[in-house]
């Protein structure tokens, strides 16, 4: 593996007040990295470990001025045991055909997208989902590091895809979408638990999946993989259950 880029030599922007996406009543603010600088596989691991995500071409985290309620979450893998109820959503889903296909656009893709978009965000700032949304940002060439959609299928049918970057230390969780009309498989947990399982094997380290916001019922899913830890005041903490 190549030396890291010096950190302190990257130059980041900060974006304009918003409203939050999360948190009602409350306005965010995100540095970006800049897009001129060249991203390699270690900073990037870096960075993932100092807290900061992907969304399509962009590095980013939060930066707001009066709140520090984004928390970076990871599973640590070495410690994570698998609950009963979670080996039952496992056993559930024995059927279905799992493989790494190339991130891009696609009318089968961008079906299951769209449909996820309409049926369980109407009310978020992702709707109304468009191709150029959905292929900004998932499906944009990473080369810090290998992307993949990871798909699951029923008899042949597509019903759900984890978006994910693969980094020396573990998987990093981009974004989930899936057929909500399969809710007795439970989709959603099981592309994490999925995740979770392949990586173990594969002798990582960690499952990154993002922020997570105590008081937000959207990000509340993530404190079900215990342990997790937290980044928080620039080191990585336990989460307490």
């Known amino acids: 593996m190549s030396s890291s880029t010096d950190i302190n030599s990257l130059v980041f922007y900060p974006t304009p007040e918003h409203d939050c996406s999360y948190l009602t009543g409350r306005q965010a603010r995100s540095v970006f990295l800049s897009p001129d ?13 100092m807290g900061f995500r992907r969304s399509g071409e962009h590095i980013y985290r939060p930066w707001c001025d009066t709140c520090s309620e984004c928390k970076s979450v990871r599973v640590p893998l070495d410690q994570f045991t698998f609950r009963k109820s979670q080996k039952r959503v496992i056993n559930r889903n024995k059927d279905l055909e799992v493989t790494f296909e190339e991130p891009k656009f696609s009318d089968e893709y961008y079906a299951l997208y769209q449909h996820y978009i309409n049926t369980r965000h ?11 949304q959905f292929t900004s940002f998932l499906c944009q060439p990473n080369p810090a ?13 597509l019903i759900a895809v984890a978006v994910v970057d693969m980094l020396p230390k573990g998987v990093s969780a981009i974004y989930t979408f899936f057929d909500p009309q399969y809710s007795i498989r439970s989709l959603g947990q099981l592309a994490v638990l999925w995740q979770i399982s392949w990586a173990k094997k594969q002798s990582l380290s960690y499952v990154y999946l993002g922020y997570w916001i105590k008081n937000c019922q959207k990000m509340s899913y993530k404190a ?6 937290v980044f928080n005041d620039l080191i990585w903490q336990p989460l307490e259950p």
């Open 37 to 49: 600088q060249g991203l390699d596989e270690p900073t990037y691991m870096q960075l993932t470990d």
């Open 122 to 132: 109407a009310d978020g700032d992702m709707h109304p989902p468009s191709e150029e």
């Open 145 to 157: 590091c290998r992307s993949y959609f990871i798909c699951f299928r029923a008899a042949e049918k």
């Open 224 to 229: 079900d993989y215990q342990p997790l830890e």
